[in-house]
């Protein structure tokens, strides 16, 4: 199915050809979205399609975003696709994560089962199939530490060198190991995150360096079969709400635009009500939903939270997010450490577990069903991002109460779960546990 690159202001409009290795519009600077033309296959044949290919043992048919390859027709064949059997991951039951957000039920779709932990595997086997498409030889990101590990993975795996770049002192040693380990050159620069970004843009244009970071909007495509893999699991009933976190905004735009175009095709009947949640201290999308007039988003300038995967202060795909949001009727919400930190724990206790921006989705929630916004009875799904192991240090800081909240506060450890030291004395011990 032919494929172009489509400039997302309306006003401009500006179409090029899909092997530009351009990220924004050259015309006016906006963002770009992949949109595709040509005859769409029947969604029944589709549904069909796709169900099989669970059953086949081809790389293709296995990755959990290729399997749905016809909604993400950017290639012209698929030798330069780059697979780790990414996506597959499951929708599972959180019963006292439901209790705890005011749900009478809740199911997770838990992106942390992902090949390097989290939801960027669904995009980034896109954007480095792209890249090796366009003959490019290094690749490069700017991270809170997700996107570095998957990027240096899939690059790693397809011969690519992996260029990273990460806020010194702000990402977790989980995410930072998995990259190192996966041979990315890593360089750690003192800024945040929303400067290194700019500071990539314009070495990547000098060095002829592919960016990978989610303004590429082949990694948007790949995140899309996020939610077309969530559809195919619930039989095409689509629940009523979609929570999520939101930092830079990318997978808020990718869920939208799938939901749209899963409606367009006819596998799905209605579009769910998209939940966005922030932190409070890196929140500028919330507070432009708070906005009369919704025009411009105000970057904050020293963003706070120790949910680092979402601590961006000038998300760069906030024009699409506030499109996608708007048109799904869904709202926007912002937590506290605090609120993240004991929904963390939550998900943890139905032995699920995730990261700590995973967990403001709960938290979320809970807000979102006092203030009547979700109904207790809503059907629910919220996207964990991340896996439980990606940051260690704030678990064990929670549980024995040593965690502190950016600007020094104590967080309580409300379901603390602090190890005992015992003496290697099994009356001692037994008495301990109660026999
Ligand atoms: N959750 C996790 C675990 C993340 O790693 C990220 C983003 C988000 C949520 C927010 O997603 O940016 O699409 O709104 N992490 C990026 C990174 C920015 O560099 O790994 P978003």
Known sequence: MPAELVCFSERCGAR?????PIYNCPTCGSLLETRYTGVRTPAMLLK????GRRTSNAALDQSGVWRYREMIPFLDNYESVVTLRE??????????????????????????FNPTGSFKDNGMTCGASQAVRLGMKRVACVSTGNTSASMAAYSSAAGLQPIIFIPH????YGKLAQALEYGAKTLQVEANFDQILALVRTLADKLGIYLLNSVNPF????QKTIIVEMMDQRDWNPPEWIVLPGGNLGNTSA???ALRELCEWGLIGKVPKLAVVQAEGSAPFYDLMQTEDR???RAVEHPQTLATAIKIGDPVSWPKALQEVTLSGGVVEQVSEQEIADAKAIIGLCGI?????????????RKLTASGVIAHDADVVAVLTGNVLKDPDYIYRYHTGELEAPGGARIQPTFGNRPIVVPNDPDKIASLLGD
Do not use: M
């Not at 090029?16 to 530009?20: N, Q």
């Not at 069909?48 to 169900?51: D, F, G, K, S, V």
């Not at 929708?91 to 039920?105: I, N, Q, S, T, V």
């Not at 990694?219 to 790949?222: A, H, L, M, P, S």
């Open 353 to 365: 577990g995730c990261e700590p921006a995973s967990a403001a989705t709960l938290a979320g929630i």
């Open 219 to 222: 990694r948007i495509e790949g």
């Open 169 to 172: 002192g702000n990402i977790s």
């Open 48 to 51: 069909t399609l796709w169900r």
């Open 255 to 257: 869920f939208g635009k």
């Open 295 to 297: 025009l411009s988003l």
């Open 87 to 112: 996506g597959n991951t499951p929708l599972l039951p959180a019963r006292k994560a439901a209790e705890y957000g005011g749900l009478d039920y809740l199911t997770v779709k838990h992106q942390g």
């Open 16 to 20: 090029f050809p899909v092997t530009d």
